[in-house]
Every structure is written in structure tokens, then in C-alpha cells.
């Protein structure tokens, strides 16, 4: 059977750090890797790559060893595109000669033609210019464009937004959906931008002091109390589903998430679109007896699944499994006593607001 | 009127073609060196940096001492060039060509390296999650960013063999059309009273050295590109 998977088992130590982990990532749609600045998650990319000589361990990409206790194939002979933090296009080249030395050196097997790459991240106007006669915005395009066209089986995406301002950040955010919708390249993206992972995340591996905390898909990690530490006020859970009827007359649109049928505002996405929603946690309440009539539109029956204590005592974290979703809610800890809410209670989930986020 | 006497046009020609080839055999035996200083974390590399900068602190007159001591019929170079069969380096063209690659090592060597490192590893990696092999990321990225640490060090190397006079006076001593440089010429000049064809000769270096700086400082600095 073909292996589907991306598997990495590594040691590295260094002077005051140390990175161990053992992770296997789909080796479709995008899985980030996610942390706080200095957990290691840029290493573990770079070890993946190759460019971290001193780690120690095995890599393998579907069928090929990248590397092993006996291999070690090189950086340039993998299979990779590789988007750094920063610009990183050559300087004495113009855009698209950075474009033509990817193309000159990639795989013959054209999987993204210039002209597509060109089209997709919007670069057309740029290519006789120099780097440094772009904006930090372009450049990065410019070089998510060349790392395509070195034809890559995986992308390999270092915190590609973290250099920029949050216009620059919102200017690139949709080429990178498009990439991901219109190209079925796998994609290894780092990133501390929670935002980010929850627009454009499949598949989250959590690192925290160089070692792996957690690992699953969007909708797993999202929806799992542990997780709602690194979110803070901004808990969330991501459910993906399609948009499948649109009220005119209300501008609502119903989005089926499993069996989950949710009302969100009308943002124009066609009958069929696929989209994620996030819900904020301190945006569900939870009864014990059906609701009577109420201006919230999303009111579903659940049952507890876990709970928790929050950061702050006054505060309760509670998951609750609505058919196959799970969402997570922030309670205060009295309501959880007064309601007596425990693993196994059967509640009433009144959600106040559904965004949509793709 | 003629400017330099025809000893003096010898002894530039001759300058000329020291310097050049010296500049050339420095270029390719320095690449390789600074670029593995510039990379290597290896605990050899103070050592290696040491010898390349000795040059800079030794007086020439050492140099040239141990370098005819090794060219000299029981030194390493010496019985090199008898178990071949060749003329001894020792008052030779081809002993001035070796000595002042030993001497002139160090203003090849550190620009290259300096250049190098001021690139840092970035745009090698760059260059390698691109597909290219070293040889292609040498010649396509490192040679074209670090361009003005190879023009520097080309024109630091040639000028300070233009100028070097205590280790050609200790090798070759001073044969016309073989050995004799413009330094050693002024020497000589100067040695028989012969004050006129000093000043021409020396002015002519006091120019030479001016404008060989001036270029220099106008690579060094920053251009915009196109």
C-alpha cells in the first residue's frame, strides 16, 4: 500500500534547546505547524528540509527516505519548495529571473506553469523589477511563485506573513486560500498566528518547547480544551462544512457541517461553497431545559464531553459533542455548578454567532 | 624626449606581468580558502586564518629568507625541481611568481572571505531548496552577490605585488627582464645617484597606487543595482 504520510522522528541539541519529536502529518491540504516563538517549530521545518545538518533521526515523504540513520539526500535533491520568513529572492535578479532559476533547476514534471504561478499570486505587473524595488508584500509573492516552480511534491511555508504589517498580511492571506484550493500541493506551514491556522489549517501539529503537545486535525485541535490556553479570549472552534441554502429576504445563509445545520450572516458564498466557521466560545451559553423562544437563531441539543477550569477560576471551559461536532464553551464556574454540568449532562447549546472565515 | 629608459620599460613590463599572473593564480587558490573559512565551523579555522594572515605581521625580508632556504638545492622546492629536472626557483621569474603568492595571500583571501560571510547562509539555502548543487549556487548566487569582494581582492593583490621589494630583493635579486621589478629598479637608480630617473620611476608608482585606491573605494562603495 502507498504511504500517504509524512513521517519525522528527530533529535537535534543545541546550546540551550532541544527539539524531539516524532510526527506524522497527511500528506494532503495544509498542515501547520503551530507554537509561540522559540518552540521550535521553524527548526523542526528546517530538519525536514535538510538545512539542519546536526539532526539526528529519520524523515520519510510518502515512499521516499529524505533521510535516515545510513541516508542523508541533500537539500537540493528533495522534492521541496521552501518559503522563508523573510524575502530571501536573490538580489542581483530581477522577479522573474528568480522565477526562471526555479524553473531552470525544477522537476520537468509541470505540475503549476509560469503563467499559472504568474496568475495565481497576482505577480504579473512585478516581474522586470528588482527586489528591493518591491514592497515586502510582493516580494514574498514573488518568491511563494518561485518556490512552485521548482515544481515541489511538498511546500514547505516558514512563517511566510510574520515579516509583515496586517494590510501586507491581509493582501497575501487570499492568495495563499487560492493556492490551497487550486492546487493540490500538500503544504507544511508555519506559524504563531492563530488566525492563520484557522483559515487555512487541515491538519495542526502544537509544538511547545521543542516537543510535539498536540496533534490533529483543524477541527480536533480546535475543539479540544487544552488548545483554548494558546487562543486566550479568543477560544474558538473551527467546524468546516458547505453553504447549502441562501434566505434572500433575511440574508442568512445555512451552512451543514456534518449534521450540524448552522444560520450565518450572508456573505454572497454560492450554494455548495465550502467554507469553515469559527464559533467563539464565550459566544455559546448552555440550559438545561429547551429554550423558549429567543433572538438566537443556532440552538442545538448536546452532550457534555469534557470540562474544565479555565485560566481564570471564575471561568469553566466545557466541551460538548453535537452529533459528530464538537464545540467548545466558556462558562462561568458558578453556572457550571448551578447547572451542574459534567461529562455525560445532556444540555440545550444556544449559539449566539457564527462567523464565517472561508 | 622618452620618459623611462628601456631598463625601465623592461622592469614595468616585466611588474606587469608579475602582478597579473600572481593576481590570477591568487583568484583561484583563494576562492576555495575563503569560502571555507567563511562557512567552516571546523576548530582548524583559527589556525588556517592565522597562516593565511602571517604575511601581513612578518617583515618581507623572513619571508623571502625561508622561501630561498626551501627553493635552495636541499630545501623541499629545491629538490623538487632537481628530481625534475627543472632549473632552480631561486632567482627565477617563476621563484618571484611563488613568493609573492605567499606574500600577497592575505589581500586576496580576506576580501573574498569578508565578502562571503556578509552574505550569511541565507541565500545558499535559498539556493539549494531551489535545486541548485554548490558548484551552480558558487557561480549563480555567491560569485554575483559577493562581485565587489572579488574585484577588491583582485586589486588589492595585484597592487601589493606591484609594490612588494623586500621579498623580491631576498628571491630574485635583481636580473633584468627576469628578476628586475620597478621597486627593485628604484633601488638601483637610487643606489647609482641616478635621482632623475627615481623621481620618474617613483612618481609613476605614487600615480599607479593613488588610482588603483581610488578604484577601489568607488567598488567598495554601495552601488544601486541596474
Redesign the interface.
Known sequence: MKSNTLSANLFLRREDFELTIDITAPTNGVTAIFGASGSGKTTLLRCIAGLEKGAKGSVKFKEQIWQSEKTFIPVHKRPLGYVFQEASLFDHLTADKNLQYAIARGSNNTVTTKQQAVELLGIGDLLQRYPEQLSGGERQRVAIARALLVQPELLLMDEPLASLDAPRKAEILPYLEKLKSELSLPILYVTHAIDEIARLADYIIVMEMGKVLMQGTAGEVFSSVKFSHFQGEDTASILSGKVIEIDEEFHLCTVKSEELLLQCRDLSYDVGKSVRVRILARDVSLTTSSPAKSSILNSFDATVAEVQEDKHPGLTLVKIKIGDNHIVCRISSKSAHELSIKVGSKVWAQIKSVAIIQ | MTLFTSDDVTAIKLTVMLASTVTVILLIISTPVALWLASTHSKWKGFVSALVAMPLVLPPSVLGFYLLIAMGPEGPLGMLTTSLGLPSFAFSFSGLVIASVFYSLPFVVQPIQNAIESLGA??L?????????KL?TFF??IL??SKAGFYTAAVLGFAHTVGEFGVVLMIGGNIPGETQVISVKIYEHVESLNYAQAHTLSLTMVLFSFLTLALLYSIQKPK???
Open positions: 541565507r541565500p539555502e535559498v539556493a539549494a531548496t531551489l535545486r541548485a548543487g551552480d549563480t548566487v554575483p552577490l544601486s543595482k541596474n
